[in-house]
């Protein structure tokens, strides 16, 4: 696709539940991020993949939150047993190179209830 | 520990006026820069970065200045249009902190006609 696309738009769980985000980076870029942003707030970063690398996981806040991405396609966040103070939207970036210009998708808003 | 801030939380300028966003960093390490602009339901959008080996860039409509010695950095929008009217991050990145981005908490940036 043209851009950074990420499903779903809007997500609303119960409290306790697991909930999976999907992030979908520009064709041929090898640099993929997931960023938090809560309300009113700037971006915390999360999570990148850079190839076949070992993820730079030093953002992700508890063992509750985990990521995965398939060579250089699609990356899922997914985000066990809910929490309400997990309520923010998740944005996900890709880049041609880890230096390169980030791409940001239009974000998950995930309302944990 | 380290932190990006901006001075403003909120701008209201005149249709016309010049526009200027201003953000604080605090390690001296910092070495790229980069202005976003979000607009309501958005993922951010690369507006201009600087790298810390320069004290200005200009883009269309935007300059960008970078002053090391008091470690801050400005956003100078030429020209404020309506839809200019969006909240705008400034991020930065150096060397020990990998590839993710800080992000500062935004300033939201209000053009009336």
């Known amino acids: 696709g043209a851009g950074v696309s990420q499903s779903p738009s809007n997500k609303v769980t119960e409290k306790g539940k697991d909930v999976e985000l999907r992030c979908d980076p520009i064709?041929?870029?090898?640099?993929l991020y997931w960023y938090r942003q809560r309300l009113g707030q700037g971006l915390e970063f999360l999570i990148y993949?850079?190839?076949?690398?070992?993820?730079?996981k030093s953002g992700l806040p508890s063992d509750r939150f985990s990521a995965e991405r398939t060579g250089e396609s699609v990356s899922t966040l997914t985000i066990q047993r809910t929490q309400q103070e997990d309520s923010a939207v998740y944005l996900c970036?890709?880049?041609?190179?880890?230096?390169?210009?980030?791409?940001f998708g239009p974000g998950t808003r995930l309302t944990v209830l | 520990g380290e932190s990006v801030g901006l001075h403003l939380p909120t701008l209201s300028v005149q249709e016309g006026d010049n526009s200027i966003i201003n953000c604080a960093y605090s390690?001296?390490?910092?070495?790229?820069f980069i202005w976003y602009k979000q607009e309501s339901g958005k993922g951010p959008q690369f507006i201009i970065d600087?790298?810390?080996?320069?004290d200005k860039r200009q883009g269309q409509r935007v300059t960008v200045l970078l002053n090391k010695t008091v470690k801050h950095l400005s956003l100078q929008i030429a020209a404020t249009q309506p839809g200019d009217s969006a909240v705008y991050f400034c991020?930065?990145?150096?060397?020990?902190?990998?590839?993710?981005?800080?992000f500062g908490k935004g300033t939201s940036l209000l053009v009336t006609p």
């Open positions: 970036a890709s880049s041609f190179t880890l230096r390169g210009e980030q791409f």
């Open positions: 064709s041929g870029h090898t640099a």
């Open positions: 993949f850079q190839g076949n690398s070992a993820p730079d």
């Open positions: 390690n001296s390490a910092s070495d790229y």
């Open positions: 600087i790298r810390s080996n320069m």
């Open positions: 991020a930065e990145k150096h060397s020990n902190s990998g590839y993710a981005l800080n």
